[in-house]
């Protein structure tokens, strides 16, 4: 088994990283631009 060899808790964490960072990224700019636009709260989370 080539891919049990292949894990490693820093191979994980390095995706894991990797997930986070691709999403709460455009999720951060999304929230910035409704705040600058004067968007209710209740309207920005319905989007999310």
């Keep these: 088994m080539q891919l049990h060899k292949d894990w490693s808790v820093s191979a994980i964490t390095a995706g894991f ?3 986070l960072v691709s999403y709460s990224g455009p999720l951060a ?20």
């Design 17 to 19: 990283v990797a997930v």
């Design 29 to 48: 700019i999304f929230f910035q631009a409704a705040q600058s636009a004067d968007i209710s709260s209740t309207m920005m989370t319905s989007w999310v």
